[in-house]
């Protein structure tokens, strides 16, 4: 839980892996994105998402850890939290506090 903020999903993921999305927003914070990350059901979501050409939002961490872990940033620019831009591959790495690429 980062900064005191917990976030309480309304609906299990495993509930809601066959729905469709106008867009996914990743939560960003540490430990919060690694669970993140290590979720086979957003992984799978998140790729259909990008497949589909369809929105996804991440912050904090989470462009880093998360995006970038499964590929979902390839032809893309993103940024992070400061201490995580190092993660992304300079090709990847966009400008400012907020970066908008495409759908991502």
């Known amino acids: ?8 999903a309304d609906r299990l993921i495993s509930d809601v892996e066959n729905e469709h999305f106008h867009m996914i ?3 960003g914070g540490m ?4 669970h993140c990350r290590d979720s086979p059901v957003l ?9 589909e050409n369809k929105w996804i939002a991440a912050i904090c961490a989470s ?13 893309e620019k993103a940024v992070c ?3 995580f ?17 495409n759908n991502v």
Do not use: F
């Open 1 to 8: 839980m980062s900064r005191d903020v917990r976030i309480v």
């Open 43 to 51: 992984t799978k979501l998140l790729k259909k998402q990008k497949a």
């Open 63 to 75: 462009p880093a850890v998360v995006l970038h872990s499964h590929g979902l940033l390839e032809k």
């Open 25 to 27: 927003a990743i939560p």
């Open 31 to 34: 430990p919060g994105a690694e």
């Open 81 to 83: 939290y400061p201490s």
């Open 85 to 101: 831009m190092e993660k992304l591959p300079p090709e990847c790495r966009g400008e400012g506090r907020v970066c908008v690429s």
